[in-house]
């Protein structure tokens, strides 16, 4: 019996979502994928069943932290009633394609108990030049503003962590400031978080004016999160 449930959040992830599943599956003690659709119009759900998947649907778009809750929340109902211990949750974004099976060494240190949460760092990716360096500036502060705690890649949304661990952050920050409040909830909690590296890789991204929007709004979504008075240091 494996320890370890994968919950993806997928929006309009046709083209890339089969082979995360895949991929995802057989990383080592994976006994359940989870995916979340988050609203699609395409066939995302349809091919993650395929691939093997538990299937949630969302009617409309709520947003990747609503994904992730609802995702954990299957996972938690299905452990108490089959009465075993919690598993681990181990969140993949749905583009990773074939790179997810890299995520393995996500796990190993949650599960020895050596670290509650572990996020990936990623190799260099496939994007225009632009702003996002100001919006991991901005988390990266953040973070040891509130915390002490310097983190490389806050932004990363490859992490596998505890029950107890995403507990510790309910309810999670709403937008693109998921990680980055998600980080500092669990630190302030007492509990441990580490960076592992990944051989990891999100699909290549432009920089048109959709990518200029995309930054301005993780932008603005991690400076709530941080504005939020449980995560300013006090």
């Not at 500092?184 to 990944?198: N, Q, Y």
């Amino acid at each position: 019996m494996g320890d370890v449930a994968v919950v993806i959040p997928a929006h309009q992830e046709a083209e890339r979502i089969a082979a995360t599943v895949t991929a995802s599956a057989g990383i080592h003690g994976v006994d359940l994928v989870v995916v979340v659709d988050d609203g699609s119009t395409d066939a995302t759900a349809e091919l993650a069943r395929s691939a093997g998947a538990q299937v949630l649907r969302h009617p409309r778009n709520r947003g990747k932290a609503a994904a992730l809750e609802t995702g954990a929340a299957r996972v938690a109902r299905l452990d108490s009633a089959d009465g075993r211990p919690a598993r681990l949750l181990l969140f993949l974004d749905a583009d990773l394609a074939e790179s997810a099976a890299a995520a393995q060494p996500l796990v190993p240190p949650v599960r020895i108990g050596a670290y509650d949460m572990t996020i990936a760092t990623l190799p260099r990716q496939l994007v225009a030049a632009g702003g996002r360096g100001r919006v991991v500036r901005l988390a990266a502060r953040g973070i040891r503003s509130a915390t002490g705690a310097t983190v490389v890649q806050p932004l990363s949304g490859q992490r596998c962590l505890t029950r107890r661990a995403f507990e510790a952050a309910l309810p999670l920050a709403r937008g693109f400031g998921v990680e980055t409040a998600l980080t500092i909830d669990v630190l302030r909690a007492g509990l441990s978080v580490c960076e592992i590296p990944c051989d990891l890789h999100h699909r290549v991204t432009g920089g048109d004016w959709r990518a200029v929007r995309h930054r301005a709004a993780q932008y603005a979504h991690v400076a709530a999160a941080l504005a939020t008075p449980r995560r300013i240091r006090g």
